[in-house]
């Protein structure tokens, strides 16, 4: 009889254990391209109650690359299950923040705490090569950890987040010490 290799058993261990714990996102088929500015999840800013939107801008020198390619899913990472959620995805530029509504949906059910949740678009948007928006908005009442964040440093266009507070779309850097990234993906098919 053949006795198990301990040191074997505790390296795939911890090998599990640090996959697990860096959060690095959900696998992806390769034909696909992920548009991302995170390094995985390491954690959570808490907000105090409010409705905020959170996420990445990808700018339109970037995109012109995938004019005709269609976003097909969103990918974000959740600490806590706010009250509501939605993905909103937004195209274009004006004044620090998007310019146009492309798609909204309802994602408050089902979703998994500290875990990445993923949305398949009920309809792909076909991408244009204007500045594309990809939004996590949420609300709670309470002070409370949602979307996720990589360790930072941030990404010029990773970190926007609007507060129902002001009004105003800014990076969360300017609005706090942090220099994190939003856990927020955008998933394109290139076919």
């Known amino acids: 009889m053949r006795k198990p290799n301990f040191t074997l058993f505790l390296l795939v261990l911890s090998l599990f254990a640090f996959a697990a714990c860096t959060g690095n996102g959900p ?11 995170d390094d995985g999840n390491q954690d959570a800013p ?9 996420g990445a801008r990808f700018l339109s020198n970037l995109m012109t690359d995938f004019t005709g390619d269609q976003l097909i899913e969103v990918q974000y990472y959740l600490k806590n ?4 959620g939605e993905i909103r995805i937004y195209s274009g530029s004006l004044n620090s923040g998007p310019r146009d509504l492309l ?28 500045d594309l928006w990809i939004v996590y908005r949420f609300s709670h009442d309470q002070n409370l950890r949602v979307l996720g964040c990589d360790p930072g440093p941030a990404s010029e266009n990773g970190d ?3 507060d129902s507070f ?10 706090s010490s ?3 990234n939003w856990n927020i993906r955008a998933v394109i098919d290139p076919s």
């Open 27 to 37: 696998d992806v088929d390769p034909e696909f391209t992920v548009l991302n500015y």
């Open 46 to 54: 808490e907000l105090p109650a409010g409705t905020y939107e959170g």
């Open 81 to 84: 299950v706010p009250k509501s």
């Open 103 to 130: 798609y909204i949906e309802n994602v408050t059910i089902g979703r998994e705490e500290d875990s990445w949740n993923i949305h398949t678009l009920t309809d792909p948007i076909t991408l244009n090569g204007d």
């Open 160 to 162: 926007w987040l609007w």
């Open 166 to 175: 002001d009004g105003l779309w800014r990076p969360l850097g300017q609005r």
């Open 178 to 180: 942090l220099s994190i």
